[in-house]
Nanobody, 114 residues
Framework: QVHVVESGGGLVQAGGSLRLSCTAS????????MGWYRQAPGKQREWVAG???????NYVDSVKGRFTISIDDAKRTVYLQMNSLKPEDTAVYYC????????WGQGTQVTVSS
């Protein structure tokens, strides 16, 4: 089974930027679409952004205009560029297929200070 490893998180001040990476152990083309998800303390995991293999993207309203998802099929990597970060973006960020077909990785912690 394909596994994913997320990286790129960290501590940043409000208004700052981070770029997250999600690298898969195998091809992601067959999945058709990938997504980023996040789980804040005390809250359920939520979908944040999605991208199809052809490059079509969509976002949860709270991150539109600030986050950009992209994909590199050759590198089996999905990226999430996060700009204008807000304290409410603080969460552990995960990637998975659109249909959550993979086991969850360990995620990467993003902490935004005010």
């Amino acid at each position: 089974q394909v596994h994913v490893v997320e990286s790129g998180g960290g501590l940043v001040q409000a208004g700052g930027s981070l770029r997250l990476s999600c690298t898969a152990s195998g091809s992601i083309i067959s999945f058709g679409a990938m997504g980023w998800y996040r789980q804040a303390p005390g809250k359920q995991r939520e979908w944040v952004a999605g991208i199809t293999i052809r490059g079509s993207t969509n976002y949860v309203d709270s991150v539109k205009g600030r986050f950009t998802i992209s994909i590199d099929d050759a590198k089996r990597t999905v990226y999430l560029q996060m700009n204008s970060l807000k304290p409410e973006d603080t969460a552990v960020y995960y990637c998975n297929t659109k249909n959550v077909a993979l086991s969850w990785g360990q995620g990467t912690q993003v902490t935004v200070s005010s």
